[in-house]
């Protein structure tokens, strides 16, 4: 199973993709972890996504792009993983399309993880990272509006979109998503 979780910043994505991990026993796999460890590690690839990460931008495409090929080889994806916080744009979404042909492989479900803005604003803040002052997390709510929504719209014509409803305790949340697999 081959699964995008889409969903703005705040909407649970992590919390529910890491039980998702343990249930499917299938790999996350984060562009926005991996690029948190980057950063961590002081890679060349860490300084070049500060300067976007830091100013609540998204990062260029060909850098997304390079690392999820990088990730789709190893052993541990070919049974299916989950895609967290990727595709992001629909250049992203066409690139990962075009990937997973070469591969005989598709994607089987999008997941779009909903929740309303003023609570994502509520939860960001109360997350205390680098990005998540205020300013920085409009701008990243923005960023979702504008770049990734458009993703959403591309999945639901192909008829892969399913949307949940983010709102409530995280077991609820998961419930729902639980049902929306089940039903594919
Ligand atoms: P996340 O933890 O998924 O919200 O990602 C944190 C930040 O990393 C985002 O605000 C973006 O700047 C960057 N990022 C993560 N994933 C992507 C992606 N697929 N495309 C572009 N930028 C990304």
């Known amino acids: 199973m081959r699964m995008v979780f889409l969903g703005p910043p705040g909407a649970g994505k992590g919390t529910q993709s890491a039980r998702l991990v ?9 562009t926005g972890e991996m690029l948190r460890q980057a950063m961590a590690d002081n890679s060349p690839l860490g300084d070049v996504a500060r300067e976007y990460i830091r100013k609540g931008q998204l990062v260029p495409d060909g ?7 990088e990730r789709l080889v190893k052993d541990d994806c070919e049974a299916g993983c ?3 916080g990727f595709p992001r744009t629909v250049a992203q979404a066409q690139a990962l399309d075009r990937l997973m042909r070469e591969r005989g492989d598709r994607v089987s479900l999008v997941l779009e993880l909903v ?10 803040q109360g997350r205390g990272r680098e990005d998540d002052q205020i300013d920085v997390i409009r701008k990243r709510l923005q ?3 504008d770049q990734t929504r ?6 639901d014509r192909a008829g892969l979109l399913r949307s949940i409803d983010g709102l409530g305790q995280p077991d609820e949340v998961y419930a729902r998503i639980r049902q929306a697999i089940a039903e594919i």
């Not at 343990?22 to 984060?30: A, E, G, V, Y």
């Not at 850098?63 to 090929?69: P, S």
């Open 22 to 30: 343990r249930d499917l026993s299938i790999p996350q796999i984060s």
């Open 63 to 69: 850098v997304i792009l390079d690392m999820i090929r």
């Open 82 to 84: 989950i895609f967290d």
């Open 115 to 124: 929740v309303n803005p003023e609570t994502l604003v509520e939860r960001l």
């Open 143 to 145: 960023a979702y509006e």
């Open 150 to 155: 458009p993703v959403a719209d591309y999945y």
